[in-house]
């Protein structure tokens, strides 16, 4: 029988068929029309993701006699979610039918997951307007696992399917909630690009269509800028005919002669100019507005022979061109999903390391022959890794966030060092990043993850500024900021001690007539669809949020260099690793948690603490305990998510019985604006998973004192 840790990698290596299933979805989804989901569309993708359930099928994992799993739920899922209800039902026909082929003691729970799969796809397809957002998309990944779980409920007996439902909840939850969550974000980035991408075919078309109904004027030059050939549309835009304009130079009708010297000079210069706008003086004497985009050519030798122009009517196509710049507003968004799951991919990558040293150091004090020197040193190993894994968490789930940084004391090094790590796993190989570091710490107080994004956002910008390869350079150093330099700054900043991290390319720089602008929301140096769609809006304001100041200087051809200024502080380093006295107490705590796991750590905590701990399972179990015990509990410590009745439903029902009774509310996962309606309703405090015990001592002593 499989279980654990060996459960989940068979289910993770499980999603390989998800690979063909994307690429054919999208496919699919490019022939059929993705403004209409027609009845014919769903069968078809119906039939497409049950051949991929009966693939997925065929990894037959046994967790119990007669008890098979695989990633078939995930399909369904995401099938009723991206298909729409038919697709979904047909799913789950397929998978019904062979789950009964295959026979077994589990087939009765089996089918009854697939029903509650397909339940949870139809209702992820009907609210996907709503799943807007990573957070959101979580969130339903969240929910959709939670939701198909009970079905092993239903496996031989109420009993047996209960224990074969706790063994199975944490490996075979993490392999479904991933395969929908990554699956689904990359089927929904497929819709939308889809989308975007037959929006701009018909808009180009529309734009084609126009231009061509237009009466534009091209013609051809010599080295000298004279006309050798023009269309004959010049008689109808500006009254002279081809003969009167061939041997004339274009820029000798320009209204402004001094325009004239500008325009054959960026042509001679550059090489090509686009949208040149100008007045031309028509042959009655009238003017019309004129945009010139030019090219020179060359002859077989790579001499200069002259130019290649198409002049049109500026004023005929502002409608088109702005249509145009809209569309490509929105394909930017696109690139903030990509850039999204680049960064998240590194990030899960120093996941995986962090669980290898939490594994690694378990299984090394299993030994019986270690001793207190190699006991500390691998509980300190389990303990480092396990703070790298949370800390890697709420870098994802802040990575979008908006809100004020959490200020608190940290060591910038350690942050440059890990950005480092991930920008070498994400940009281009033929970039070589150096590190600089002319200090072994600086300590400053701020919020690391959104700190960690500026770095990344300058690095991956400057990583799409040498798309031919270079060099990026972190480097970090302190200074002093002098009265005069604070009060020349754009930014509200004090004298007195800064670190400046230098963060410095060898790319095609910035032009100084639009350096000025790089800081303006959405506005980007790179080309289309270079973008990370974070924007060095971003960091100027994380910047600004922590009281520091960013500059920036620019050569074309030479690099950009971007010198981030932030405040020291004036703490020492020793308050930064002085573990406070635990605050001990005394009486009953109620702990809440359907976790065996955090049970059993939180109540030995506690206990050491000196109190007195009662454990519940669920909600409803919590209730009736402390109707029981209502005199003695002094506190209660409640999970969020638990079978039977939640936190949130067992907070209001205990609150309702005891208005003063303290109680802490413990949770992996939530967002800010959760937390504040907890806040609201009366909640004492909030204790986010993972939690040191210097945590968990202060909150219960600061509430029962």
Request: glycine letters at 10%; hydrophobic letters at 40%; a neutral charge.
């Amino acid at each position: 029988m499989i279980q654990g840790s060996s459960l989940f990698w068979r289910l993770f290596n499980n999603l390989a068929i998800f690979t063909v299933l994307i690429v054919v979805y999208s496919y699919l989804h490019g022939v059929f029309s993705s403004s209409h989901r027609t009845f014919f569309r769903q069968i078809v993708m119906g039939l497409i993701f049950g051949a991929a359930v009966l693939i997925c099928m065929q990894v037959k994992i046994t967790v119990h006699q007669g008890v098979l799993v695989d990633q078939r739920n995930t399909v369904v899922i995401l099938g009723g979610a991206f298909g729409g209800p038919i697709t979904g039902l047909i799913t789950a026909i397929i998978a019904v039918i062979y789950r009964i082929h295959l026979g077994g003691e589990g087939v009765y729970g089996g089918c009854i997951g697939i029903t509650l799969s397909v339940i949870a796809g139809c209702i992820g397809f009907y609210n996907r307007k709503k799943i807007n957002t990573i957070s959101k998309a979580t969130l339903a990944a969240l929910a959709a696992t939670i939701f198909i779980l009970p079905g092993f409920i239903f496996i031989i007996d109420i009993q047996t399917g209960f224990k074969i439902l706790q063994k199975m909840t944490i490996p075979y939850g993490s392999a479904i909630f991933l395969g929908v969550f990554i699956c689904g974000l990359v089927m929904f980035n497929e819709e939308y690009r889809h989308e975007i991408k037959n929006k701009l075919r018909a808009s180009e078309k529309q734009y084609r269509e126009l231009f061509e109904s237009l009466i534009d004027v091209c013609f051809r030059t010599d080295p000298n800028g004279k006309i050798i050939i023009i269309s004959p549309s010049c008689e109808k835009i500006f009254g002279y005919s081809p003969a009167e304009l061939v041997g004339k130079r274009f820029s000798d009708y320009f209204n402004d002669s001094d325009i004239e010297g500008t325009f054959l000079s960026k042509v001679s210069c550059a090489g090509n100019i686009d949208n040149f706008q100008t007045i031309f003086t028509k042959k009655d004497g009238s003017s019309v507005w004129i945009s010139v985009n030019a090219r020179a050519y060359f002859d077989k030798n790579g001499a200069f022979a002259g130019f290649e122009a198409m002049v049109r009517d500026i004023t005929q196509i502002r409608k088109a061109m702005e249509e145009k710049i809209q569309l490509q507003e929105n394909i930017k968004q696109i690139q903030k999903m990509e850039s999204i799951g680049t960064l998240a991919g590194g990030i899960a990558h120093d996941f995986n390391n962090t669980l290898a040293g939490i594994i690694g150091g378990a299984e090394l004090l299993r030994d019986n022959d270690i001793t207190d020197q190699q006991h500390r040193q691998y509980v300190n190993l389990i303990l480092t890794s396990a703070d790298k894994a949370s800390d890697l968490t709420r870098k994802l789930l802040t990575f979008s966030r908006k809100g004020t940084p959490i200020a608190r004391p940290l060591d910038i090094i350690p942050i440059l060092s890990d950005t480092v790590a991930i920008l070498r796993r994400t940009i281009d190989k033929s970039i070589t990043i150096h590190e600089d570091y002319r200090i072994k710490s600086a300590f400053l107080e701020g919020d690391g993850a959104l700190l960690q994004n500026v770095f990344l956002n300058l690095g991956i910008n400057a990583g799409h500024a040498m798309a031919e390869g270079g060099q990026l350079i972190f480097s970090v150093e302190t200074v002093e900021l002098s009265k005069k330099y604070c009060d020349l700054s754009t930014f509200e900043i004090s004298p007195g001690a800064f670190v400046e991290i230098t963060v410095s390319d060898t790319g095609h720089g910035i032009p100084k007539d639009i350096i000025t602008r790089i800081f303006e929301p959405f506005f980007t140096t790179k080309e289309q669809g270079k973008g990370t769609g974070l924007g060095l809006s971003a960091v100027y304001g994380t910047v600004q949020d922590h009281h520091g100041a960013i500059s920036v200087y620019s050569e074309v051809g030479k690099g950009t260099v971007f010198h981030v200024y932030l405040p020291v502080t004036n703490k020492k380093v020793d308050e930064f690793y002085l573990e406070p006295l635990l605050p001990k107490g005394s009486g009953i705590i109620l702990l809440v948690d359907d976790e065996e796991l955090v049970q059993a750590t939180a109540s030995t905590i506690l206990s050491k603490l000196g109190y007195e701990v009662i454990s519940a399972e669920n909600g409803k179990k919590g209730i009736e305990l402390y109707q029981k015990h209502q005199k003695e509990i002094r506190l209660v410590i409640l999970d969020m998510i638990m079978p039977v009745m939640g936190g949130r439903e067992a907070f209001k029902t205990l609150h309702a019985l005891n208005p003063s009774l303290p109680i802490i509310i413990s949770s992996g996962f939530s967002r800010e604006e959760d937390l504040e309606a907890l806040r609201q309703i009366g909640v004492s405090g909030f204790l986010r998973k993972p939690f040191h015990r210097v945590e968990l001592a202060e909150m219960i002593s600061k509430l029962l004192a």
